[in-house]
């Protein structure tokens, strides 16, 4: 049995040179689970670890039932903070093969985005944005929708200077 990776299908979505560059991303299903509050926080660390399992539990069903594929990283989609609070869906992105029949699924459409690899500290992370604007600006489009984020690096075992994000932002 041949293990699927969706790092391999969709390379070109997760191409991300230091440079902003534009792309298209096709639909995508992600088991996501959604919250507020402080990225690192109690519910968000909560969280990650719920989302995990299922995700690993699902993997192994579907692994049994004879098909197999590497769980993805971990990714965000940030919204606007409201009442103070960040409003945050962490995302594992996950065959089309697995249904909503096995789990609850969001689909993502984000179609033509801005994208760069932020190497650095997560608080860094709103200079590498200021980049992607004016990237957009000089290709004259906008941004939309909410802001995505792919962990590339597990913060717990990377020090900060060496963390690696993918930023992805959906423009118009």
């Known amino acids: ?25 096709q639909p995508a ?12 926080g109690e519910a968000f660390q909560a969280a990650i670890q719920k989302l ?25 989609v940030w919204r606007a903070p409201k009442e103070g609070l960040n ?6 992105r996950t065959p089309d093969f697995i ?7 969001i689909r993502l459409d984000e179609g033509r985005a801005v994208q760069l690899l932020h190497v650095g500290p997560y608080d860094r992370i709103p200079e590498s944005v200021a ?15 909410a802001h995505h ?8 075992r990377v020090e900060p200077a060496r963390l690696r994000t993918i930023l992805r932002q959906s423009v118009k």
């Open 29 to 40: 299903q992600y088991l996501a689970v959604k919250g507020k509050g402080e990225p690192g």
């Open 131 to 145: 980049r992607m604007q004016e990237f957009a600006a000089v290709e004259k489009l906008r941004f939309k929708g």
């Open 99 to 105: 249904t909503k029949a096995d789990v609850p699924l």
């Open 52 to 76: 995990y399992r299922t995700a690993f539990t699902i993997k192994m069903a579907s692994k049994f039932a004879g098909r197999d594929y590497a769980v993805c990283k971990l990714e965000g």
């Open 1 to 25: 049995m041949k293990k699927i990776d969706l790092y391999q299908i969709h390379k070109s979505e997760y191409v991300a040179p230091k440079k902003p560059v534009l792309i298209t991303c």
């Open 87 to 92: 409003n945050w869906t962490l995302m594992i």
């Open 149 to 156: 984020e792919i962990y590339l690096s597990d913060p717990r």
